[in-house]
Structure formats: C-alpha cells, structure tokens
C-alpha cells in the first residue's frame, strides 16, 4: 500500500492499540501512539506471569462461537487475522509457540516480556513515536485530541484516530474506564461496563469460610440455568473463583440483574451418576467419621465434604441425618447462591463498551467520521483460553485496515 503521509494517534498501549500501531506503520503512516502510564502493555504484562495465553487452537468456526451475541460483529476480523495468523505473526517476533494440552496456545518461553521487547523493537523500527504518560480527555473544540500530561494540557491534530482505551478492569494497569463519559458526552452509546470472567460472592458461614478459604474444588463442573462449565474452582472467603466460575459470567451476571441472586448447581463428580454414589455411600462406615467415608468412598476431599457440610446446615439438616440417596443427590447438584459478582476491579476482563450500533464494518464511530475503536472496550466479551487477546489483536488490526482505508479515500477526494 503507498505511504498515506498522514499522521495517525493511536491512543491506549494495550494489545489492541499496538497491533493497530504496527499495521498502520507497516503501510507506510506516520503514527503517534499515547498511553496513559509509564510503560505500555502493562496488563499484558500481567497476564503472562502465569503464561501468555495467546489464542486457542480449536476449529474457527467453534471458536468464534466463544464470542457469542458478538460473533457476527467479530467474524470478519477474527477471519481476517485467525488464530494461524497470529501464531505466525509471534513466531515472526522470534517467539515460537505451542498447543497446550487443553488446546490453548502460548509462546514457548512462556512469558511475555521476551515478546513484548521484540514487538516494542519493530515498532521504533517502523518509526511509530511512543508518548508515555500522556492520558486521553476528548475533543477540543477545533476537533484536536486532548490529552493531560506532566506538563499540563496537551492538544494535538490528527488525520484519524484510533482509540484502543481496554476496559475497567484492573484499573492500576492502565483501563480505568474514564473514557466511557467522553464518548458519552459525544453521543455515542455505551452499554454499561460490568466484570467478567470474574469470581462470585457467596454468604458462606463464618466457620467455613476461616476453614476452607484457599482451598480448591477439582474436576466439578457448574451450572447456572442452561449452561455448564467444567473445571475448577476455588473457595474464598467472600466466594468462588476459578475457571469453572469465569465461563459462566455471562449468565450469572444476567441472572443476578433479573433476579438479584444467581442459583449455581455444583456437580463434585460429574463423571459418575448418582447412584453409583449412593450405593457406595451406602456402604457400612463402622467407626469411620462422615468426612472420611467420603473420601474413602467418593475421593472426596475435605473442602468438597465441607461444602457438603456447608450446604446441610444451611438447610437445617445436619449431613450425617441425611440418607445416601440424599447425600448422592446434594454431591451431583451442590446448591451455591451468587448474591454478586467479584467488583470490576478484581475481573480479569470487562463486558459492555461502545455499541456496535455505534460503529461501521470498519470499526469506525458513526457519529464521528475519522474515530476509530478497538480491543475491550467494544460491546464484546469471551471466556479466558486465548480468546479474549485474538480478539484484541484481530480488532486492533482491523480499525487500523479501516483508518487506513479511509485515510486513502481522503486523500483520493482531496485531489480530485
């Protein structure tokens, strides 16, 4: 593509907001790129301390499906720049990668630093001009960027604009969510922020939750309503964590606003029916305790046979009054209330943001012609397993093929 001799701002640090700094750079923009903190990507930075969870390796189709109401809205980027694509683009940065077991994919070294130094390097390569501690306020009104920095107010022109601002989690890395009453103001509509991929609240007794605070549920699975997660979970002295708990965000979140509490089913051996666990419950015990038969019989560990105490007692029935059969059937559906989710500050990732009601197939702002935006802070959400950065990426790609385009036209009417 011919180099556009414009200048672009890309404003936010992120996975988005770089990815669309490299692909406008590449095509030959000069580019501008602002973030808000002192060092860019901090949580990216984050996420890779347990392994940079990059994309998944699952079948397209299947994959864009994780994305659910928004799969329509995402397919055409995510198709543009696949999972394939973004493997080859890392492994161009020198970082190989792999499959995991569970399919996900990560960098071989499994860190993000190495990574991130590579890309960082190719883009002062490609001459993209990074201004740190520089954080977005809007418009003035001659149209020019506003930004606040060390120095005082900075206003600045631009060809086009993408923002890539993330969401509200994690605030102290950078996505606070201060641009929602900006766009706001503009007139763009918003749909609220709220956590995702986020723990629970649950009432537990003060007894069991100094007992077993930090201990792990493994291999259960969850429900809520219509949908069922397996995994793990964690139990915490407000609630539940975990994965099992995260995939099922969504429908906790919008049976908690329709009903002020979410009712959890915890299945603690979903690979065995219910009466193969009565009848081994049924089993004499002699002078073993309640908890042990538990464990010896169902490989019940003692958080799991706590939860089970829990869930009795709540109910006004000591366990060990209760019947095999019963105690079988409280093992295969563990009732939990959710009376909240975790705050969004402790969620790994944000649902809500701009409309895409709000933006063309370009990823360009309607009511501002020239605005582009990218990664979290669009209306979309996914379950943690490399979803969530594709469609970063893909997004940050995306809005920059569409600045890119309409950088071209401009510049075709302008001489004509």
């Known amino acids: ?19 669309a700094a490299e692909t406008l750079a590449e095509a030959g923009a000069a580019v501008t790129l602002y973030e808000r903190m002192p060092r860019v990507a901090r949580k990216l930075l984050l996420a890779g301390r347990g392994g940079l969870n990059l994309t998944h390796s699952e079948p397209l189709d299947r994959f864009l499906g994780r994305y659910r109401e928004a799969e329509p809205n995402l397919r055409a980027a995510i198709e543009a720049f696949p999972p394939g694509a973004l493997r080859a683009w890392c492994e161009g940065l020198g970082q190989e990668t792999f499959v995991g077991s569970s399919g996900r994919v990560f960098p071989r070294v499994m860190k993000t630093s190495p990574l991130l ?10 001459g993209v001009e990074v201004r740190l501690g520089h954080r977005w306020t809007g418009w003035d009104d001659a149209g020019r960027l506003r930004f606040e920095t060390a120095d005082g107010e900075l206003t600045t022109d631009s060809a086009c604009t993408i923002l890539a601002l993330g969401g509200a989690s994690w605030p102290r890395l950078g996505s606070d969510g201060s641009w929602v009453a900006t766009l706001a103001r503009a007139g763009v509509a918003i749909t609220p922020l709220a956590p995702a991929n986020c723990g629970i609240r649950v009432a537990w007794s003060d007894v069991f939750a100094a007992r077993f605070a930090g201990h792990p549920l493994k291999r259960i699975s969850v429900s809520c309503g219509a949908e069922t997660a397996r995994g793990e979970a964690l139990i915490t002295a407000a609630g539940l964590e975990g994965g099992a708990v ?44 309640l908890a042990t038969h538990l464990r010896k019989a169902l490989r019940l ?28 059937r409280l093992v295969k559906a563990v009732p939990v209330r959710a009376i909240a989710l975790a705050p969004i500050d402790r969620a790994i990732s944000t ?31 996914a379950p943690t397993g490399g979803y969530l950065l594709q469609a970063s990426f893909a997004t940050g790609r995306a809005a920059a093929e569409g600045a890119l385009a309409f950088l071209n036209g401009t510049a075709k009417d302008e001489t004509s």
């Open 246 to 289: 995260y995939a099922l965000s969504p429908a906790i979140r919008a049976e908690i606003a329709s009903s002020g509490a979410a009712e959890l089913a915890l299945d603690l051996r979903p690979d065995e029916n219910e009466a193969d666990i009565a009848a081994r419950l049924a089993r004499p015990r002699g002078k073993a305790s």
């Open 351 to 381: 649902a809500g943001g701009v409309s895409f009601d709000e933006i063309d197939e370009t990823f360009m702002l309607r009511r501002r012609p020239g605005t582009f935006v990218a990664g979290e802070m669009i209306d979309w959400e």
């Open 117 to 126: 130094r590579a890309w960082l390097a190719r883009l002062a390569g490609l």
């Open 1 to 19: 593509m011919q180099n556009t001799e414009h200048r672009v701002a890309v404003v936010g640090g992120g996975p988005a907001g770089l990815m």
């Open 301 to 328: 560990d003692p958080a799991a046979a706590g939860l089970l105490q829990e869930t009795a007692h709540a109910a006004g029935t000591p366990l060990s009054a209760l019947a095999a059969e019963d105690i079988a």
